[in-house]
């Protein structure tokens, strides 16, 4: 279990994807349909931050980037370069476990069309700047798409132009920490091959050589 401050199963703050959560849960009562707990190791050196839960992945599953196609190249890239202990993400009793990782969203509830509004992505920041707080010092935060990264900036009270997202990009925060910046692993962004799998594991080589 988290603490409250990084994260409250019970949060109701955004009016907007409470209802929406409700309507799904009516929709789909096997559903988890709630807020999305962060994933992986309380003590983990890398943070994967990603936007907000997938209507069939996670906020289905209950678990960041499990059974949708987003996760299909991110499990696979963590099993690879040695963060899990296998490489398919299915469900929240399929044995999956994470190795010096930790994996949240920065919005912890489904938004509608997957897309939440900038005043939600503000209401659920502390939760984001608490979890932050409680890595180490020498810690690197990936973020997956430029929503994520303004997301991190924003927990640092930092301007959002003050670093410009890019894919494989990185910055040192203000506490010593590495931000590393990635194109989202969405079906779309593979689709398109805005994002492959050896730009992605581009993007882990340069986690793994700041982490060593």
Sequence with gaps: ?????VFDLDCRTCGRLDDFLAEVKTKHPEYHARPVAPFGDKNAQLLIVGLAPGMHGANASGRPFTGDASGIL????????????QKNADSMNDG??????RITNAVKCLP??????ATEINQC???LAAEIKTLPDNAVILVLGSLAHQAVLKAYALKLNSVKF??????QLPDGKKLVSSYHCSRYNIQTKRLTPEMFADVFNTVKTIMK
């Excluded at 991110?74 to 202990?85: E, M, P, R, T, V």
């Excluded at 999956?96 to 990782?101: F, G, S």
């Excluded at 509608?112 to 509004?117: L, V």
């Design 96 to 101: 999956l476990e994470l190795k010096n990782c």
């Design 74 to 85: 991110l499990y696979q890239a963590l099993f690879d370069f040695g963060f899990s202990n």
């Design 1 to 5: 279990m988290f603490p409250k401050q």
């Design 125 to 127: 920041n502390h939760y």
């Design 166 to 171: 890019g894919h494989n990009k990185q910055f």
């Design 112 to 117: 509608p069309q997957n897309k939440p509004k």
